[in-house]
């Protein structure tokens, strides 16, 4: 029988961050990984470089149940904060389109850092084994953990989603939060690739295509590159789009948004004799132009052809709708949307208010941020939530 303040239950970013925090308050802290070695899905996030926050982090730039729930403790914790953390280690840092801030050595430099963290915190690691147990009983929570039983009078769960379920990733959090009583949001993939169903294989031909478009859910909207794969449609665009979309729903894409909507009257105007084609290829690329064009199907010099029809042909490359026919699943998405029910919990301090002592930060909870270093905000500012609490 081990004793401690706190058991931490996954050693990925908010884990580390939270047992960080609470080890340096002077806790007795236990940090539980089924894997082998901490933070794994940090060293595989901004292709080996972890996008490590991003500075244009507000409360709205995430998905949940509860909009407001994040506020506290992205204010208590901010991108600022963690830049500071970067800073003191001497990691060098740069940043990219839209706030997005990488380091410009490796993930490997962040991992190191939050390891070194929970050294100065005298955090004890239980790496490589599942937990077979977790129980609850006078006040304090049980780990069982290869044959030796754990205790503690606060657990907090920080195992993530079963978001990359290739990493080890498994919906571990739901199933415990569900046995102490919380209640779970339905989860489902995000920032995660679409695929276009048989009606759409005229786009396969333009896989490995990218292209700068807005795309549109409803009155969600961003504006960034969208890829084409063999399979759907990918890029950022439609990594982000994908947490709001809603199965059996068309996302509309407007190819040309830079494009005031009379534009191609304009080109006739200036340009009568050059081929509608032509114009297109040069403001679109040749085989996004051709194949939108088989779609439209309408073809000629830009004199001889209506200004109606131009006008058609403006509007639907402004409002192309696509239907996906799903995305690709947990195995390529980056995140979780849904999760432990924000409702069930203090946002001051990530504490489930009907089971005192239980905690759940990060991923795990109905939290979910965009694309461009947001997830990890978060894991950080709850994991210090909690860190700061138990």
């Known amino acids: 029988m081990a004793e401690y303040d706190a ?19 002077g806790k007795r802290v236990l940090l539980v990984d089924h894997a082998e070695a901490v933070g794994k899905k940090i060293l595989i996030s901004g292709g080996g470089r972890c996008n490590f926050t991003n500075v244009h982090t507000a409360a709205d730039r995430y998905l949940s149940a ?20 970067v800073d003191r280690y001497g990691i060098a840092w740069h940043e990219k389109t839209l706030g997005q ?94 695929t276009l169903g048989p009606e759409e294989q005229l786009f396969q031909s333009l896989s490995g295509v990218s292209a700068d478009v ?9 504006r960034e590159a969208a890829l084409f794969t063999h399979r759907g449609l990918s890029g950022p665009a439609m990594l982000q789009i994908s947490s709001y979309w809603l199965h059996r729903t068309a996302i509309q ?32 690329t040749e085989r996004l132009a051709d194949a939108l064009l088989e779609r439209i199907e309408v073809q000629g010099e830009m004199g001889a052809l209506t200004d109606k029809a131009l006008r058609q042909v403006g509007t639907r490359l402004s409002d192309w709708a696509f239907a996906p026919s799903g995305t690709e699943g947990y195995a390529k998405a980056e995140v979780t ?30 939290v979910t941020g965009w694309l461009g270093g947001y997830n990890f905000q978060w894991a950080w500012a709850s994991g210090v939530a909690a860190g700061q609490a138990v």
Not at 67 to 83: E, N
Not at 214 to 222: H, I
């Open 7 to 25: 058991i931490i239950l996954g050693a990925g970013a908010a884990g580390m961050m939270c047992a960080a925090t609470a080890g340096q308050r």
């Open 66 to 85: 509860n909009p407001h729930f994040a506020k506290s403790a992205l204010g208590r914790y901010t991108a600022q904060d963690f830049i500071g953390l």
């Open 101 to 194: 801030l990488f380091c410009d050595g490796s993930a490997k430099q962040i991992v190191a850092m939050l390891s070194e963290e929970c050294t100065k915190g005298d955090v004890t690691l239980a790496l490589g084994q599942a937990v077979a147990d977790v129980d609850h009983g006078d006040g304090l929570y049980r780990v069982t953990i290869g044959g030796t039983v754990h205790r503690a009078p606060a657990m907090v769960l920080a195992t993530g989603g079963p978001s990359i379920p290739k990493m080890g990733a498994t919906g571990f959090a739901y199933d415990v939060a569900r046995h102490f009583g919380l209640s779970i949001v339905q989860p489902r993939p995000a920032l995660v690739p679409f």
């Open 214 to 222: 807005e795309v549109r859910w409803n009155k969600t909207r961003f």
């Open 253 to 284: 894409v407007n190819f040309l948004p830079d494009r005031a909507a009379d534009w191609l009257l304009a080109e006739k105007a200036e340009r009568p004799r050059t081929s509608l084609r032509r114009v297109l290829a040069q403001a679109l």
């Open 337 to 366: 949307v849904g999760g432990i029910a924000t409702a069930g919990l203090s946002s001051r301090t990530m504490e489930a208010a009907k089971v005192p002592g239980l905690y759940a930060i990060g991923e795990a909870v109905d």
